[in-house]
């Protein structure tokens, strides 16, 4: 893992001073970046000025909005995993700009009654963006808070009609030779695939995301469109998404199939059940204290159990992990 400078961390008072300090200079009013038809926003993100703005409101579903520091930019946009361009943390914030963004479409199909095509022009209006502030837990130990923007991944869902057969739901992302160098390494199977239970998906916390602090979201953190849920190991929140497919069997995920006994399907949070070669009791938080950044204790679903938690009822969390 690379080395996060101390004078990249911003705490949230900060963050909280300079936006009120852009309102004053009217740079946050929403009106000006608001879609048609829409009422100001009241996204709290300070818009960092990199990326089109994306307006949002405030989302009021329980547990949705820790009041956690939030990691700051550039460590969200600077220290990825997109394994598409490369195995080290800072190659895809270099080389995620070459992948094309428009036109861009999404296939939703499998067992579905609606088979259907839609563009991101569509998507991004298929229901209002609310700002959500989530963890985000890396299997690998490190975990930031992040503003998304998003909706709900069953407004897309329900869209679609899923037959009664469907039991999972596939999210396959870009795979583009041209601009992506990391797909020369055959430690995945491209494009790389991941995979929900079709409840897991319909689960208001699980977020179809298309922006982060107040934008639109950066290539390398997955534009044009990503998936979120907050409550599992991030690569099950699958990047640049392509593909949708209602399947009736447990799908044939990136890391499970790279490494069976290492990722599992399910992959929720959980300090109890730690990894074959780590312990998973404690992450450290990216943006608080640079490379001395404190461990925090790993909690189980990542904090979400009061509102996950009935999903797995009667599952042994350590066959299913
Ligand atoms: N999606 C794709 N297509 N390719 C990837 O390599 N990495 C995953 C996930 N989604 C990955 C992906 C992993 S391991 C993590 S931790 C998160 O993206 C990281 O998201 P972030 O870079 O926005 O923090």
């Given at each position: 893992m690379s080395a996060v400078r101390p004078s990249e961390i911003t705490p949230r008072a900060v963050y909280e001073s300079r936006r009120d300090w852009l309102r004053r200079l009217g740079?946050?009013?929403?009106?000006a970046w608001a879609p048609k038809g829409w009422s100001a926003s009241t996204s709290t993100a300070v818009r960092p000025g990199r990326r089109p703005p994306l307006a949002a409101v405030p989302s009021a579903l329980p547990g949705a909005r820790t009041a956690e520091a939030w990691t700051p930019y550039e460590q969200v946009t600077q220290y990825n995993n997109y394994y598409e361009f490369g195995f080290d943390k800072d190659e895809p914030a270099r080389l995620a700009h070459r992948m094309p963004l428009r036109p861009w479409t999404v296939q939703i199909d499998g067992l579905v009654a609606k088979p259907l095509t839609l563009d991101i022009d569509d998507?991004?209006?298929?229901?209002?963006?609310?700002?959500?502030?989530y963890r985000l837990r890396c299997v690998e130990g490190w975990s930031m808070v992040v503003p998304w923007i998003g909706y709900p991944l069953a407004a897309l869902i329900e869209r679609a009609q899923p037959l009664g057969s469907a039991k999972f739901v596939e999210f396959h992302t870009l795979a583009d030779r041209e601009s992506m160098p990391g797909l020369?390494?055959?430690?995945?199977?491209?494009?790389?695939?991941?995979g929900l239970?079709?409840?897991?998906?319909?689960?208001?916390?699980?977020l179809l995301t298309f922006g982060l602090y107040?934008?639109?979201l950066p290539p390398q953190n997955?534009?044009?469109?990503?998936?979120?849920?907050?409550?599992?190991?991030g690569f099950k929140s699958g990047k640049s998404i392509v593909r949708v497919r209602f399947v009736e069997r447990q799908p044939a995920t990136a890391w499970t199939v790279a490494a069976?006994?290492?990722?599992?399907?399910?992959?929720?949070v959980n300090p109890d059940v730690p990894h074959p070669r780590w312990s998973q009791a404690t992450e450290r938080r990216l943006g608080q204290g640079g490379l001395f950044a404190p461990r925090v204790k790993t909690q189980l679903f990542n904090g979400y159990a009061e509102q996950v938690g009935q999903l797995y009822a009667g599952m042994d969390l350590r066959r299913f992990y």
């Open positions: 740079l946050v009013t929403a009106a998507l991004l209006k298929l229901a209002p963006m609310e700002e959500r502030i020369r390494s055959n430690v995945l199977r491209w494009p790389y695939v991941e239970r079709l409840d897991e998906a319909r689960h208001p916390l699980t107040g934008e639109m997955g534009a044009p469109l990503r998936v979120v849920v907050p409550w599992k190991y069976p006994h290492e990722y599992g399907f399910y992959a929720n």
